[in-house]
């Protein structure tokens, strides 16, 4: 094998530039945003309206107008966790075997650009676009509670929005980086968009059924340990992972996230909400899991594409 010339990084700057532009540009990407920014909108809107009459009672508000509802516009949190990986799943369904159908993946490794400095490029230009429009709809939350609660955030309530922002963005990666492991693994795009949306449906619906069955089977009649035995397996699931982090952060008094016992709960003072670092603590399990999902699919992805024949 012979050794790299050069730095390992040549080209990142412009395959990142590429795919960025690729993605702000296509049409796909264009619709999804105007989805997520009319869905969302509309729930935000929805939400400070019900809220207003709260003002002088609630004293995280900002937070709230990410989780309240009201039938039958679903919260702020809820079409994320549907929109979310949808966006994730089509910046990379096709992020490699585009190249195969296009027959231009070998013009492109002809020039002086190594392996996984393409692959580094595109993760980079969707995890861009990506912060790009969360950003853009954490702006617009922040702007419709001061135009219509007219009350500023205070600085707890922007660190946990932010948190929210991060918890968000890395659940999007990870259904990107599985999406893009797919497009890798099967060179037919439609192929790997079918196994992305129906990885993301068994995760969404057929697995809290199985986690719930398998927990029975285990407890053998015990109610607590069939709690706790769902509790870990529920855990799996990206989107019980996404709920349980953006709930706690966003609302302050969850003190605790799975199963609870009675003598647990002495000396805890129900209502009162947790300091920020708390909360903080309390979500770092589900933040961790998502940073080695998103580190180990990538892996996955990138070890194959190293090795695979790439002439057609």
Not at 139 to 147: H, Q
Not at 173 to 178: C, H, S
């Amino acid at each position: 094998m012979s050794e790299r010339e050069g730095s390992a990084l040549t080209g990142l700057r412009v395959v990142f530039a590429k795919e960025l532009q690729d993605f702000t540009r296509s049409i796909r990407m264009i619709v999804l945003t105007l989805l997520i920014l009319l869905t969302a909108g509309t729930s935000i809107y929805v939400a400070a309206k019900t809220m207003k009459s709260y003002v002088d009672e609630d004293s995280f508000l900002l937070l709230s107008l990410f989780t309240s509802s009201s039938n039958p516009i679903p919260s702020f949190l809820s079409l994320m966790s549907f929109l979310v990986p949808l966006t994730g799943i089509a910046l990379g369904f096709d992020a490699i075997s585009k190249e195969f159908q296009d027959r231009t993946l070998g013009r492109v490794l002809s020039q002086p650009i190594y392996r996984d400095v393409l692959l580094f490029g595109k993760g980079l230009g969707s995890l861009v676009a990506m912060a790009l429009v969360l950003l853009a709809l954490w702006l617009l939350v922040i702007g419709c509670a001061m135009l219509f609660l007219g009350v500023p955030p205070t600085g707890e309530q922007i660190g946990r929005a932010l948190i929210f922002l991060l918890i968000t963005l890395l659940y999007g990666v990870l259904w990107f980086v599985i999406a893009m492991w797919f497009s890798i693994l099967f060179r037919q795009s439609a192929t790997s968009a079918l196994v992305s949306i129906a990885l993301w449906l068994f995760f969404m619906i057929f697995w809290p059924i199985i986690a719930q069955l398998i927990a029975y089977g285990v407890a053998g009649g015990s109610q607590v340990v069939a709690a706790r035995t769902y509790s870990v397996l529920s855990r799996f699931s990206p989107y019980v992972l996404y709920s349980e982090a953006s709930i706690a952060i966003l609302n302050p008094t969850t003190r605790s996230l799975g199963v609870v016992l009675f003598y647990q709960m002495q000396g805890a003072l129900g209502g009162s909400p947790l300091p920020f670092g708390q909360s903080l603590l309390l979500i770092w399990p589900q933040l961790t899991s998502f940073v080695a999902a998103i580190i180990l699919v990538f892996t996955l992805g990138y070890a194959k594409f190293q090795r695979m024949e790439i002439r057609m």
